[in-house]
T-cell receptor, first 113, second 107 residues
Framework: DTEVTQTPKHLVMGMTNKKSLKCEQHMGHRAMYWYKQKAKKPPELMFVYSYEKLSINESVPSRFSPECPNSSLLNLHLHALQPEDSALYLC????????????FGEGSRLTVL | RKEVEQDPGPFNVPEGATVAFNCTYSNSASQSFFWYRQDCRKEPKLLMSVYSSGNEDGRFTAQLNRASQYISLLIRDSKLSDSATYLCAPLGDKLIFGTGTRLQVFP
């Protein structure tokens, strides 16, 4: 079982809705990540938080808004999404931001109608 | 040229076979390299880390060729449970995943 917990596992939302994806880890990791993965594609990096500060934003549209309330929690706030935003959203954590040894959650599968 | 390129496969091999995947990367500043496996509709899981010229863990061997900018993953004595997509990920200023190579091991 993964030690990174994501909720909800599935989410269906309309283009006018506001929703949030949540991620939690209790491994004492200081870096947390959001990746987006479409079918048959690799995970694409969206955001990196290091010591609760946003360190990388991969030019993600503002309809995706990350938040890191503390070192164990990472949220992704969603607003006015488009159908093409439907994907698997993966949260990951690592001991530090300069490592490639990431622990992924099971993901939140998002469908935008 | 894509940052990370992999042959998408699928590689269909019988149990017990040896199979090798290659991965090429464009960022010469990449210092360390990682292989992840991803089962269908599951999250990626770290398989191996490569910090020097290579690494071996049981049936799995990874080799790095910095001059040619590629890394390989060799799987010996394939098992049915090895069926998955294998993602190569070099680390530069961030971790970038390759498109993955799909392996299907049949009885």
């Amino acid at each position: 079982d993964t030690e990174v917990t994501q909720t909800p596992k599935h989410l269906v939302m309309g283009m006018t809705n506001k929703k949030s994806l949540k991620c939690e880890q209790h491994m004492g990791h200081r870096a947390m990540y959001w990746y987006k993965q479409k079918a048959k594609k690799p995970p694409e990096l969206m955001f990196v938080y290091s010591y609760e500060k946003l360190s990388i934003n991969e030019s993600v549209p503002s309809r995706f808004s990350p938040e890191c309330p503390n070192s164990s929690l990472l949220n992704l706030h969603l607003h006015a999404l488009q159908p093409e935003d439907s994907a698997l959203y993966l949260c990951a954590s690592s001991q530090g931001a300069r490592t490639g040894e990431l622990f992924f959650g099971e993901g939140s599968r998002l469908t935008v109608l | 040229r894509k940052e990370v390129e992999q042959d998408p496969g699928p590689f269909n091999v019988p149990e017990g076979a040896t199979v090798a995947f290659n991965c090429t990367y464009s960022n010469s500043a990449s210092q360390s390299f990682f292989w992840y496996r991803q089962d269908c509709r599951k999250e990626p899981k770290l398989l191996m880390s490569v910090y020097s010229s290579g690494n071996e863990d049981g049936r799995f061997t990874a080799q790095l060729n910095r001059a040619s900018q590629y890394i390989s993953l060799l799987i010996r004595d394939s098992k049915l449970s090895d069926s998955a997509t294998y993602l190569c990920a070099p680390l530069g200023d961030k971790l970038i995943f390759g498109t993955g190579t799909r392996l299907q091991v049949f009885p």
